[in-house]
Structure formats: C-alpha cells, structure tokens
C-alpha cells in the first residue's frame, strides 16, 4: 500500500517561498506518477504539479507556472514543491498524490493515493 505523507506547510507573507516535502512509501514499480493538487475552502481541488519517478518528465500548472517548480529525488524516495513569490491566492491544503501509470497525467481521478495534506497560507 502507497503511504504519502506531506509536510511544509505554514503561514507566510505574500512574496515568500516555502518547500513542500512528500515522503513515500511502498511504492512499487507501476506507480510512476507522483502530483501536488489543491484545495481551497469551497473550491475543487485542482492541479498544481506532476512528475514521473522514472525520467523526472514534469508537468506544471499554468496558475504557478514560472513560481512554483516540483522535483524528486530517488534515493529518499521524496517530492517536493518549490513555491516562490507566494501569493494569497496560493492558499489551500496541498496534497500529494501517487498514480499506478507510466505517463504523467493531470487528470486528478487518475491518482489512486493521497497523503492527508498540509496547509499553506499566505497572507497579504
């Protein structure tokens, strides 16, 4: 069973940075797709970042596109979401996500795992 757990999160100005961490675990070889979604009160939860296992082949929300970067390392078996010049838009729960595909994908209903999420927000 895939455990994800995130951390990271905090309360920030406007124009700072934060680093999201996702620790996985009993991940096998089909779950090559890792995500960062998210959620703010009322809203849906939407995509913000994907990358594959296998290759670190990226894809990124055009909302955070040029602020925020996602990268894995392989040895920790850890993602991360780099959010810079945060802005109090970007507040949410931010979850991670694991889907059994090879490709990436942004489609939320594929991913299969969740990790319980973390809070960001960013006051003005």
């Known amino acids: 069973q895939v455990q994800l757990v995130e951390s990271g999160g905090g309360l920030v100005q406007a124009g700072a940075s934060l680093r999201l961490s996702c620790a996985t675990s009993g991940r096998t070889f089909s779950t090559n797709v890792m995500g960062w979604f998210r959620q703010a009160p009322g809203k849906e939860r939407d995509f913000v970042a994907a990358i594959t296992w296998r290759g670190g082949i990226a894809a990124i929300a055009e909302s955070v596109k040029g602020r925020f970067t996602i990268s894995r390392d392989t040895v920790k078996n850890t993602v991360y979401l780099q959010m810079n010049t945060l802005k109090p838009e970007d507040t949410a729960v931010y979850y991670c996500?694991?889907?059994?595909?090879?490709?990436?994908?942004?489609?939320?209903?594929?991913?299969?795992?969740w990790g319980q999420g973390t809070q960001v927000t960013v006051s003005s």
């Open positions: 996500a694991a889907a059994a595909r090879s490709s990436i994908t942004r489609i939320r209903e594929e991913f299969g795992f």
